[in-house]
């Protein structure tokens, strides 16, 4: 009976959600036909669809609307999820109401799902149910370290880039936006964070300002080396381009000497496969002959 209740609030919900979703579309369409009839100005940047979510969006929206309690309960600061979200790329207001939904929906999937099962349901369903409660956290956990090693490799590769557009004439705002624009193939998630720094300096943030935003926002210990670097040129009116070269020239040591300590660590990661699974084939096929010999003589002695 718990089950068949579930089911049927479940079903409820997503029926209200289709309803909701569609008389939304509508009445964002009726507007926009009366707009464009009363041909009335907008200013520029506004859009008809600003603030509206709409799709799995306006879904995530409505239903964390309606366990506003149970959601408080069971996720955590909205601030906090916002922040760990933007660690892995997903800066979007509404991402953080689909997460939140997908935390409360899919240990109530995975427990429904559970029933099916046959013997020992009861663990089945504790351990899916739990497993399912933090399966988000640990998703969002990897994407987070993966972005970050995207950064961490993509770094060193920028600033070289950076050091060569000053040397060759471009102020370091102008240079930003050109490493940006250069590094978008082959590491965006950087790419992406340099034209937010440009784009805020723009707006008449100060360029410091910006990149202590910008390390904010990344969380790695060389970005705030980097800015910390920026401060003491700014300071004491250092050249930045001799700073910024000496910088990478550090930061590329650094990652040589860490690719050297990996390599380092080959031979002692290979002892164990070798030992417990190349070594004993290698005894079979020389000892075996060896072996089926001295049986065979040792037998033909004894008949």
Same mark, same amino acid.
């Given at each position: 009976?718990?089950?068949?209740? &579930?089911?049927?609030?479940?079903?409820?919900?997503?029926?209200?959600?289709?309803?909701?979703?569609?008389?939304g579309q509508r009445s964002l369409v009726n507007d926009r036909l009366k707009a464009v009839a009363a041909e009335v100005p907008r200013p520029a940047g506004e859009s008809v669809?600003?603030?509206?979510?709409? @799709?799995?969006?306006?879904?995530?929206?409505?239903?964390?609307?309606?366990?506003?309690?149970?959601?408080?309960?069971?996720?955590?600061?909205?601030?906090? &999820?916002?922040?760990?979200?933007?660690?892995?790329?997903?800066?979007?207001?509404?991402?953080?109401?689909?997460?939140?939904?997908?935390?409360?929906?899919?240990?109530? &999937?995975a427990l429904l799902a559970s029933s099916f099962s046959g013997a020992n349901i009861l663990y089945v369903a504790i351990i899916v149910t739990v497993g399912s409660f933090f399966l988000p956290d640990l998703v969002l956990t990897q994407l987070i370290a993966r972005r970050k090693e995207k950064l961490r490799q993509g770094f060193p590769d920028a600033l070289d880039l950076l050091v060569i557009c000053m040397g060759a004439g471009l102020g370091i705002d102008q240079a930003v936006v050109r490493v940006g624009q250069e590094i978008m193939m082959t590491c965006p998630a950087?790419?992406?964070?340099?034209?937010?720094?440009?784009?805020?300096?723009?707006?008449?943030?100060? #360029?410091?300002?910006?990149?202590?935003?910008?390390?904010?926002?990344?969380?790695?210990?060389?970005? #705030?080396?980097?800015?910390?670097?920026?401060?003491?040129?700014?300071?004491? @009116?250092?050249?930045?381009?001799?700073?910024?070269?000496?910088?990478?020239?550090?930061? #590329?040591?650094s990652r040589m000497q860490e690719a050297e300590e990996i390599a380092a660590k080959t031979g002692v990661k290979l002892l164990f496969p070798l030992v417990f699974f190349i070594f004993p084939g290698v005894f079979v096929v020389l000892l075996g002959p060896a072996l089926l010999h001295i049986l065979k003589t040792v037998s033909e002695m004894a008949n």
């Open positions: 009976m718990l089950l068949l209740a &579930i089911s049927a609030t479940i079903t409820s919900i997503l029926f209200l959600v289709l309803v909701y979703i569609s008389v669809l600003k603030d509206q979510p709409t @799709g799995l969006a306006a879904f995530a929206s409505l239903f964390t609307s309606l366990i506003r309690p149970i959601r408080n309960l069971v996720t955590s600061d909205d601030e906090e &999820i916002e922040y760990q979200l933007s660690l892995a790329g997903f800066r979007e207001p509404a991402q953080v109401e689909v997460f939140a939904s997908t935390k409360i929906l899919l240990p109530v &999937i950087l790419s992406q964070e340099l034209q937010m720094v440009s784009q805020e300096q723009r707006a008449g943030k100060r #360029r410091l300002e910006a990149w202590r935003t910008m390390s904010e926002r990344l969380d790695l210990d060389f970005v #705030r080396q980097f800015v910390t670097m920026l401060m003491q040129t700014e300071r004491f @009116g250092t050249p930045i381009a001799d700073a910024l070269s000496q910088f990478a020239d550090s930061l #590329r040591m």
